[in-house]
């Protein structure tokens, strides 16, 4: 099956990134745009590891760890790199990282973690994504549009919830939405709208990528399996590290082995996970 090529992964760098813009989009969720010098570039399903909150004129240790989060998309500048951050304010953290201002300084290191796998060109890629997820297959979405049939198909509890939809539509992209109130979109879990979509598909037409919750990315593998296509999922393990040395953030494998996600991952073929082992 012909690949189409990506590049090699680039090496990461530790900065001082400017807050350019801290925005709430609604509910709990923020677009963070971060100017960084010397960004190298990144694939998509790459990550960065963020202070939890802006760096202050005395070092906090409290909360100590960094954030891992998805890189939404980059756009170039002669200042620097604009780097985009959607998250949610869903604890101490990110409610740190919510009152960073225009100005303020965050640590950053990235990118980080394996890029996605991409498609071969007489695929159709099937992009799932809820939650925080969906920030993780933007730029795939984005680079794959001129090249093959993108679906993209998003979820959330309620309609506040989702992110980044009017970007995904600006891509051109097949979109549509589930929610669980029904408040837009399909009323239902958008796992149902993957079965819907590949229905009638032949195995080797089609392959899916997915970043969630844990509960839809294994819904998403037995529905892959199922119908004998190849499904990538972007998993979303608590880390402390970003580069393997904590080991904190192991994922059990199905031949009984482990994988570290930040180093070996986040993009993995969800048939090697063992996802009853997953929190």
């Known amino acids: 099956m012909t690949q189409i090529a990506t590049t090699s992964v680039p090496a990461p760098v530790r900065a001082e990134a400017e807050v350019v813009q801290n925005l709430h989009e609604g509910g709990a969720n923020y677009r963070l745009t971060l100017r960084v010098t010397g960004w190298p570039g990144f694939e998509p399903g790459q990550f960065v590891m963020l202070s939890a909150g802006p760096q202050a004129s005395v070092p906090r240790t409290d909360p100590l760890l960094p954030r891992p989060m998805a890189v939404y998309r980059t756009r170039q500048q002669a200042q620097g790199t604009l780097v985009d951050v959607l998250y949610k304010r869903v604890g101490r953290g990110t409610a740190l990282l919510a009152q960073a201002l225009p100005g303020q300084k965050v640590g950053l290191v990235g990118p980080l973690g394996r890029c996605f796998e991409l498609p071969g060109a007489a695929e159709r890629a099937l992009l799932v994504a809820g939650g925080t997820g969906i920030a993780s297959v933007y730029e795939l979405a984005a680079r794959l549009v001129p090249r093959v049939d993108v679906c993209v198909l998003l979820g959330a509890a309620t309609a506040q919830d989702l992110m ?95 994988a570290l996600v930040c180093r070996d991952g986040p993009s993995f073929d969800a048939s090697t996970i063992a996802w009853q082992g997953l929190p």
């Not at 589930?178 to 080797?204: H, I, Y």
């Not at 999922?233 to 402390?240: D, G, I, R, T, Y």
């Open 164 to 258: 980044g939809v009017d970007d995904f539509a600006a891509l051109g992209v097949e979109l549509e939405i589930a929610t669980e109130d029904g408040s837009r979109g399909f009323q239902g879990r958008v796992t149902r709208l993957l079965e819907d979509a590949l229905a009638g598909r032949k195995p080797g037409t089609t392959r899916i990528y997915s970043c969630g919750p844990t509960g839809m990315m294994r819904r998403c593998a037995e529905i892959a399996a199922l119908v004998g296509v190849p499904c990538i999922v972007s998993l979303e393990n608590q880390m402390a590290c970003g580069f393997g040395v904590c080991l904190g953030c192991a994922a059990p494998l199905s031949n009984g082995s482990y």
